[in-house]
């Protein structure tokens, strides 16, 4: 997938979901983002598995890395973006509420 929400590079993305949630496993590849999007279905949560990041909520930096939880609450906008040189491999919560 190339320019998720007008990032930049390209990801490999899986969604799996229904009316309550959706679990997508990502890998965004070297150079690549998630552009910055507003969180309007739920609360997404990010749990790192590998590789380095950092994800911009609300205008608030945070660093990613594997054991890392990201919260970006319903309401809130982010952008996650790859600063590594190997993927950034990700596993990713939206409950809708």
Excluded at 23 to 48: A, F
Excluded at 59 to 77: I, T
Excluded at 79 to 84: A, K
């Amino acid at each position: 997938m190339p320019c998720m929400n007008n990032g930049t590079g390209t990801m490999t993305v899986k969604m799996y979901h229904d009316d309550r949630y959706r679990i997508i496993p990502t890998r965004i590849h070297t150079g690549g983002s998630i552009g910055l999007h507003p969180q309007t279905s739920g609360d997404d949560l990010n749990y790192i598995l590998s590789g380095t990041g950092k994800a911009i909520c609300d205008g608030v930096e945070e660093e990613l890395y594997a054991g890392v939880l990201h919260l970006c609450p319903k309401g809130s906008s982010h952008t996650i973006i790859n600063t590594g040189s190997d993927d950034l491999v990700m596993l990713t919560l939206v409950a809708a509420r």
